[in-house]
């Protein structure tokens, strides 16, 4: 999934992928379990191979890598902007509000959704041609330079989610999922500190997400 997300050998990948999830499916037409893919089989749509294949992508692709890097870029906030972590540890804000604050201007899915304009249309001065796919930032939509430099802590004003019915169908399991892990970081380890300098971080290659290759940490171990 990450080779995907990273376009670096995105097909050997892919290949990879398909196989480990079909290999999942047949195993579990066999010895079915109490797990999600178990589950799906059951269903009254009775997915063929092809269909679960595709279905279990769509899950992990969609519940691993964003939501993964949802958590990391929160954590990076707080470790790094003083008037972020200060309004958490002086209970001006709950992580919640923090975690709508990235995906306001640092959303773990950076560009994805993708239209085709019925006819050609001017955006801004440039001229987007009918028919051919344009990527929508969520990143850009909030960090315009015309918009300021403010960003009031817990706006919830952003597209991170989507929008319309095509809109994250699993946002508040997300939410509850992202907030518990931070709250069980902090208070395992409230010490917590960036091992370095945020310039120096590694954000992983690829179109679509905003990921740090790692996040390094020091705290103390007595």
């Not at 269903?43 to 092809?50: R, Y």
């Not at 294949?53 to 890097?69: D, F, H, K, R, V």
């Not at 009031?152 to 699993?170: E, I, K, Q, V």
């Amino acid at each position: 999934m990450a080779k995907i997300f990273d376009g670096v050998n995105a097909s050997i990948g892919n290949q990879i992928l398909l196989q480990a999830v079909a290999d999942l499916v047949a195993l579990r037409r066999r010895h079915p379990g109490d797990d999600v893919t178990s589950r799906l089989l059951t269903h009254v749509a009775q997915l063929d191979d092809t269909e679960m294949g595709q279905q279990l992508i769509t899950l992990y692709g969609a519940g691993i890598e964003p939501l993964t890097n949802l958590i990391t870029n929160t954590l990076l906030e707080m470790l790094t902007n003083p008037e972020f972590s200060g309004d958490l540890h002086a209970g001006d804000a709950s992580v919640r509000e923090a975690l709508d604050s990235v995906l306001y201007r640092d959303p773990p899915l950076a560009n994805f959704a993708m239209t085709y304009p019925p006819r050609p249309a001017d955006i801004g001065g440039f001229l987007l041609p009918a028919d051919q796919p344009v990527v929508i930032s969520y990143a850009a939509c909030n960090n315009d330079p015309t918009l300021g430099t403010h960003r009031p802590l817990g706006n919830r004003a952003h597209l991170a989610w989507g929008a319309g019915p095509h809109s994250c169908p699993a946002s508040s399991h997300a939410y509850l999922i992202a907030e518990a892990s931070i709250l069980h970081i902090l208070d395992a380890l409230p010490e917590m500190d960036l091992d370095g300098h945020r310039d120096g971080l590694i954000w992983r290659p690829g179109p679509f997400h905003r990921s740090l290759a790692a996040l390094p940490v020091t705290f103390p171990t007595s």
